[in-house]
Each structure stands twice: as C-alpha cells, then as structure tokens.
C-alpha cells in the first residue's frame, strides 16, 4: 500500500522553491503570523532582511503554533540583494508606486511567474518580497524585483496587515499550483468554487465540468515566464553585477549623472527585466563594457 501511495503523482507544483522575503519586519506577532500560513500553504523558506524584532521570541512563537520550524530556520540577512542570492525571479508586493512607474498586477496575474511551470524544467529559486509594516518598500527596494504585485482592496482603506497580505499570497499561489499538476481538480477547492460560482461545491456534471475546465484554462493562460530551452535564465546576482558595471560606465562616459543616476537606471532595469536574459546573455552584455572599458582607457593612454 504505501508503495502505491508514494506513486501517486503530486496533487500541485512544488511551492518550496518559494522565498518569503520580510524587509525589516518590526512586529513578532506578524512574523509568527506569516511563519504559520507559509505551513498551511505548502512554503517553508523565510528569509528576513534585517528584521527589528525578536523573531524568536514567546509573541512569534505563539502566534507560529505548529510552525515554529519555519520560524527557527529562517535565513537572517543584512540586504535584500542577499535575500536574493541564487534567485531567477522576484516580485515586489506594493501598495503604491511612489512615482516609480511600473505596472502593478493583480496576485493572479503576477504570482504564476514564481512557479515552475513545465515538470521537465529544473526548479528555479524565487522570490516574494514584503515591506515592512509602516511604509512598505521604498523605491530603493523595489528595484531588485523584476514584477510588481498590488492586492486589490476597498479605496475605504485599502491597508493590509502584513501577516494579511503574505496569506492571501499563499493562498492564490497554492490555488495557481494546483492547475500546474494534471491529477489536480477544483472540486478539491471548495473556496474557490463557492466564490465563483455562489455554491457550496461544484457538482459532478456536464456544465460543472465545463466550468471546472474553463476555470482552470483562465488560471492556466496567465502570463508564465517561460524558460529558454538551451540556457539557464540569469540569476539575480548575476544581473545585479550587470547593472553595477553598467551604472559605472554610464557615469564614466557622462551618459548618467551622479543625481540623476537612481531614476534612469530603474529605466534600464525594466528594460533588462523584460528581456529575462539568459546566464550566457548578461555575459555577453558585460563582455561589451569591458571592451568599451578598454577601449577608453587606450584612447586617453593614445592622448597623453
């Protein structure tokens, strides 16, 4: 029996792969909070950036409940380009874009991104960012993230607790999962079935499973990153020693200035996001500042 049960194909994508980043977290109530929906949802990597409370502490640890081990194997990190290490692809949750002009998408749309969606393709490591509680990422901190995620909310007050915001997170990640796996139904989501359809469950019938099928094409048809087949795509890190070294050009050459370097750089990040370069691509891009580089220094060495 428990040769066929460890047979059984997986039920929705693997959602391990996943980092929760708290930038700066200041109440252990919502870390423990969010330690404990990361456990219901299936998520277990807590990365917290210099975080400005006792994560370990009685409050985190009472709110945690059975979740303490996500809490005690939490990564501790001085930066969010740290948290990001070894990383393919982050998104930034934000309320607001401070005049950072970037399009915010709703969770549904944007989360899909942070799953590997084709089974034959190597898990990726991703990320999820959060601001801390009273002001949320500052433009600074949104520029690590290739996507922007907005919670839709009531222009009432339209403030979430954090704690609020990583669970409905978790929840739409698990739910995009699911449409990832072939063995996986939405008769197992009866939330979901009774938000859409205004029923307790759906039924087993011709039309239910018209909807079931139209429901699960809709998720299914959200903008998924796809991989390049002969390249890995380039990580984090790698891409953020691009910018570094193209920033330094820029400046070098007087295409950027010093006070206006921060607003055009962002520019070019979301362009470079869009592309979703390979590994083998940002070395060729570094390839040509270097020969720029060297091009410039031989020209003032041919001057003097």
């Not at 903008?223 to 820029?250: F, G, M, T, V």
């Not at 295409?255 to 979703?276: D, F, G, V, W």
Request: hydrophobic residues 35%; aromatic residues 6%.
């Amino acid at each position: 029996m428990s040769e066929v049960l460890s047979k059984q194909p997986p039920t929705q994508a693997d959602l391990t792969q996943i980092r929760i980043v708290l930038v700066a977290p200041a109440g252990p109530l919502n870390v423990g909070s969010v330690a404990r929906v990361m456990k219901n949802f299936g998520l277990s990597q807590l990365y917290l950036v210099d975080p400005q409370c006792d994560y370990l502490g009685a409050e985190a640890l009472q709110m945690a409940v059975h979740a303490d081990d996500v809490l005690k194997t939490a990564q501790i990190v001085p930066t969010i380009p740290k948290a990001l290490a070894g990383c393919e692809y982050a998104i930034a949750t934000t309320a607001r874009t401070r005049g950072f002009n970037v399009p915010l998408d709703p969770p549904e749309t944007a989360l899909p991104n942070l799953l590997t969606s084709n089974p034959q393709q190597p898990i990726r490591q991703t990320a999820l960012l959060f601001g801390p509680e009273d002001r949320g990422l500052s433009n600074q901190e949104l520029i690590y993230a290739q996507q922007f995620l907005k919670i839709p909310t009531s222009d009432a007050y339209s403030a979430l607790n954090l704690a609020q915001a990583v669970t409905i997170c978790c929840y739409e990640l698990s739910r995009v999962a699911r449409t990832f796996c072939p063995n996986s139904t939405l008769s197992s989501y009866p939330i979901e079935s009774s938000l859409e359809n205004k029923t307790p469950a759906l039924q087993n019938t011709p039309s239910s499973a018209k909807q079931s099928e139209s429901s699960l094409s809709s998720t299914a048809n959200a903008p998924i990153i796809k991989e390049h087949e002969d390249q890995p795509r380039a990580n984090l890190e790698e891409i953020e020693r691009y910018y570094e070294h193209l920033e330094s050009l820029l400046l070098q050459v007087g295409y950027l200035l010093p006070h206006t370097s921060a607003s055009r750089m962002r520019k070019i990040r979301q362009l470079l996001h869009r592309a979703s370069p390979t590994s083998h691509e940002v070395a060729l891009l570094r390839g040509m500042i270097r020969q720029i580089e060297w091009a410039l220094s031989h020209s003032k060495q041919r001057q003097t």
